[in-house]
């Protein structure tokens, strides 16, 4: 999958939420949300388009998400640990939980998912 910019991050959002949804019912959302003007929010559901993460549908230009917002949250973060931890996950979990307070049940829970790997 191709890198998601911000901006793109924020209309998929939007689509994960709505879909199928029609790119005029996102522009106003993004109105709303952002205060992006028409234009603006078009141009980003273009590139989405090109990127192959949004397919478009007439009538009405629905469109539908091709990434589930999952499968984009995997991909980003293994940009952010490569970029950041030299990929090193253990580094990014560590930085991560460097100053967060967790409670035992949230420690139970993480070692629950350790466990399952």
Do not use: H
């Not at 901006?7 to 996102?26: F, G």
């Amino acid at each position: 999958m191709e890198k998601l910019f911000d901006s793109e991050l924020k209309v998929m959002e939007i689509v994960w939420e709505r879909e199928p949804v029609s790119a005029k019912d996102i522009s106003v959302a993004a109105a709303e949300s952002l205060g992006w003007n028409k234009n603006t929010t078009y141009t980003v559901v273009k590139k989405l388009v090109e990127k192959g993460v949004v397919k478009r549908e007439d009538p009405g230009f629905v469109c539908t998400s091709l990434v589930s917002r999952r499968e984009a949250q995997k991909t980003e973060t293994r940009r952010l640990a490569e970029r950041l931890f030299g990929g090193s996950k253990k580094a990014l979990f560590s930085a991560l939980l460097e100053d967060e307070k967790l409670s035992d049940e949230d420690i139970a829970e993480l070692r629950a998912m350790i466990d399952k790997r």
